[in-house]
């Protein structure tokens, strides 16, 4: 038979000494042939010794009393710096339990960290503000910036790789973006384009309507109702290629702002590629006749 004064002591994994069960703390687990009594591997004395190290952090939940939380440690490490430093010098958040009890949790970064990234995220954001402002003003400002950036990364920005359809193509294929590393969008032209394409179609018809009659009002001055007229009498043709089941732009004069008829987006593009230049069409005419015929191909 075995020894009942064996049976009735554990070893401590603190202090490594065999004591009687009474100096273990306990819990009962019912389990499916009843309920069984357990014992914790730390005895009362050590595990009270490991309470008394942790510090006591001012948390007052419904109850009123003060918590101590056994799993925050007396020092921690920075994520940031990596350096040893104690409690104190990190910034401590509230959260609940999965019981639902009220705990404390201590940040990843120290305090001097912290502010610090702080800093450096507020310059980046009024830098970035200026720089978006420079753009359209000072493009050359603009452009200076982004090649001391992209020296400053270290980063080569002839090729890029497009997040979306996972092509690699270059830079000149991305939209300029000033918050990431290299200045370029993570997203080629196409994919962008692609992208709002399918939003625009998801729109509410009612509220494309909507948006319509502002936009013709707010740009040319003329309602709805007179651009749906002008497309009758066009019959929904563009006066230059004569397609139809193409979407119709309005062309009108820069200078008096007056509309002059309704244009496929192509051929609105072109007539502004060439400044409105009799001339210049009339060359563009003869160019073809001459040079894209079945000679040249």
Known sequence: MADDSLTNQKKCRKCRLIKPLDLFRSSVHVLANGEKKRYYNECKDCHAEYIRSRPVLPLK???????????????????????????????????????????????????????????????????????????????????????????????????????????????????????????????????????????????????????????????????????????????GACLICLRTEVDLCVDHCHNSTKVRGLLCKRCNAVLGFISESKETALRLAEYIDKRCGTSYV
């Open 61 to 235: 939940p419904a109850t009123g009393e003060f918590i101590l939380n056994p799993r925050i440690p007396v020092a921690k490490n920075c994520r940031v710096c990596g350096e040893l430093k104690p409690v104190g010098d990190f910034y401590t958040y509230k959260y609940t339990t999965n019981q639902g009890k009220l705990s404390v949790r201590l940040d990843g970064d120290c305090k001097a960290c912290n502010v610090a990234q702080r800093s450096q995220a507020e310059a980046r954001v009024k830098e970035n503000a200026r720089q978006r402002s420079h753009r359209r003003s000072r493009p050359e400002v603009h452009q200076a910036y982004l090649a001391k950036r992209r020296a400053e990364d270290k980063l080569s920005v002839t090729e890029k790789r497009c997040r979306k359809c996972k092509e690699v193509k270059p830079a000149a294929e991305f939209y300029e973006r000033l918050v990431t590393r290299d200045g370029l969008h993570s997203q080629c032209r196409a994919c962008v384009i692609a992208v709002g394409a399918a939003y625009v179609k998801t729109i509410d018809p009612k509220r494309r309507v909507l948006w319509m009659r502002k936009a013709l009002l707010k740009a040319y001055g003329m309602t709805l109702e007179q651009y749906e007229e002008m497309a009758a009498s066009q019959n």
